[in-house]
């Protein structure tokens, strides 16, 4: 084989995060390879240069040693030759390690016996009796078998002499020598001796994670950057051992289709995967996206068509925010949390503690930010106002010590308008708002104001509608007192005007009067009783139907 120098600092690399075991990118793009793989072979096929075999034996055997070549990234990268020796063959696995790296730092047999196993056997996670090819190629697809010829895929451990954990190198892919970068012509990925725990569960962790890698380039090549990532992400809980989440958690507008190989960029495409395996289908849908022709959120939709789910990728986002903020899974039926893994506190954007307030924001696409509204009272009311060229999703949440959290879907109107009533008794609402635009930016103001319910001047004194229980599910009951006989109404509104109940229409005679509301088959959210005595508004008061 010949020696070849990288001349352009592109690998894919995993680094140690501070504070936490964690897999991290420092580049934005991997090199690629500048026509398709397929498109390649052919033409290597006809001028006689795609050759099997070339570099690793026919059969390989424990104790076999040959020339690898092995990254130098303590500098500029550069590809040197040395010897490596197959220390373990499992049913699904070669264990390679560099020589100088043998009884070295926890490399030794007993590391290599358990690396097997959990790549053949065993996990640490949801699934302890699959190992990592199992997990894998149920999840995600069949790995390559372009040139080496066998059904087991290499992982070769060696020292990469900066804080670095793994990588899969497209060009190994290729035979050497027909592109500027050089290629070992093997199934393999790269895995660190340098933390001293190469058998460790984080690290086989990157194993699965890198092994992801290598399934993605053979099922779909040219998926972006962030579903492939956000697949390893899955790979590492599927095993038992995910990334710890930071990062993401203090800084959520982050597009989530735009990678740059930031710490944040992996958690996020994490917590996306993982969400999209909890509520959709968990490994048909995962396996489907990872075959799908179509590419990133594209090929999430179709994959959800595919599987015959009526939903919108852009309704999901603006869920998949709410689930992030609040990841409390005894809300609407789960959709706004996470079952497989428990969320740091993630940050509001902004706080407010003092009211009328407002502000504006600028949110990127597919990225979503939250508002914290601190000592709301009754009268409050939230505005929301979205630049009407954009698409968003919003949501109002309210929260109070033992009362039970509230979370509504705003109604957005006139393109992006929104009056949302707070709820009696809840002293906090957050405002959460979702870009679900795929690259552009978008701006927005909101604000809290006095008087959300406009009670007319003719309200008359003396007419005070009691609700009880208030918030209820689903009958509570409208109360109130007349000083005389009259003719009147009792209406109930949804939160937008419109009419959903008259409890009474006729004469009232003076004293106390109470008539129930069976709220059964009504949404969650807010609605008014409202008193209309001689044809003029009497009384206004808010309740919560909270389901």
């Not at 020598?177 to 001293?196: C, F, H, L, M």
């Amino acid at each position: 084989m010949n020696r070849h120098i990288i001349t352009i600092f592109c690998l894919t690399l995993v680094f140690v995060a501070t504070n936490a075991l964690a897999i991290n990118c420092p580049t934005a793009k991997l090199p690629q390879p500048e026509e398709s793989y397929a498109t390649t072979k052919a033409k290597l096929e006809s001028q006689g240069q795609w050759q099997k075999n070339r570099s690793v034996p026919a059969d390989p055997q424990l104790g076999d040693t040959w020339d690898w070549y092995i990254w130098d990234l303590g500098g500029f990268p550069e590809a040197n030759l040395k010897p490596c020796t197959i220390r373990g063959v499992g049913e699904n696995v070669f264990v390679v390690v560099d020589d100088e790296e043998w009884n070295v730092a926890g490399m030794d047999q007993d590391a290599v016996d358990r690396i097997i196993n959990h790549f053949d056997n065993q996990s640490v996670g949801p699934f302890p009796d699959q190992g990592i090819w199992d997990l894998n190629t149920s999840h995600f697809g069949d790995p390559p078998n372009n040139l080496d010829g066998q059904e087991k895929i290499f992982l070769l451990y060696y020292r990469f002499n900066i804080s670095s954990d793994g990588f899969f190198w497209i060009f190994d892919q290729y035979p050497d020598g027909t592109q500027p970068w050089a290629s070992n012509e093997a199934d393999v990925i790269y895995i660190a001796t340098d933390n001293g725990e190469p058998d460790g569960d984080y690290m086989m962790a990157v194993a699965a994670h890198e092994f992801e890698h290598l399934i993605h380039f053979n099922t779909d090549q040219n998926e972006e950057s962030w579903v492939d990532e956000g697949m390893g992400e899955l790979a590492m809980w599927l095993f038992g051992r995910p990334d710890t989440i930071s990062g993401f958690n203090t800084n959520t507008d982050l597009s989530l289709t735009t990678w740059t190989g930031a710490w944040a960029d992996y958690i996020k495409t994490y917590l996306w995967s993982l969400y999209m395996y909890e509520q959709f289908g968990g490994q048909q849908l995962i396996y489907d996206v990872n075959h799908n022709p179509a590419n990133g959120m594209s090929g999430f939709q179709s994959s959800l068509e595919n599987l015959g789910y009526d939903v919108n990728v852009g309704d999901i986002v603006g869920d998949w925010s709410m689930a992030n903020y609040l990841d409390d899974t005894t809300l609407a039926d789960g959709r706004y949390g996470y079952q497989g893994d428990e969320l740091p506190l993630f940050w509001a954007w902004r706080f407010h503690t003092s009211h009328p307030s407002s502000g504006t924001g600028s949110i990127s696409g597919w990225a979503g930010e939250s508002m914290r509204l601190m000592n709301m009272d009754d009268s409050m009311a939230i505005t929301f106002d979205g630049i009407d060229s954009r698409d968003f999703r919003v949501y109002a949440t309210f929260k109070n010590t033992g009362l039970p959290t509230i979370v509504e879907p705003v109604e957005l109107v006139n393109r992006n308008e929104a009056l949302i009533a707070h709820h009696d008794g809840y002293n906090e609402a957050v405002l959460t708002v979702v870009n679900v635009n795929s690259t552009v930016t978008a701006s927005y103001t909101y604000s809290t104001q006095n008087g959300l319910v406009p009670v007319p001047d003719a309200l008359m004194a003396g007419h005070d509608l009691k609700i009880h229980p208030n918030p209820f599910n689903p009958m509570t009951k409208v109360s109130f007192r007349l000083a005389e006989a009259s003719h009147g109404r009792v209406l109930i509104h949804d939160s937008r005007g419109h009419l959903v109940s008259v409890l009474h229409e006729g004469s009232l005679e003076a004293g106390e009067h109470g008539f129930n509301w069976n709220a059964q088959g009504q949404a969650s959210g807010v609605y008014f009783s409202s008193l209309e005595i001689d044809g003029k508004i009497a009384a206004v008061k808010k309740l919560t139907l909270v389901q």
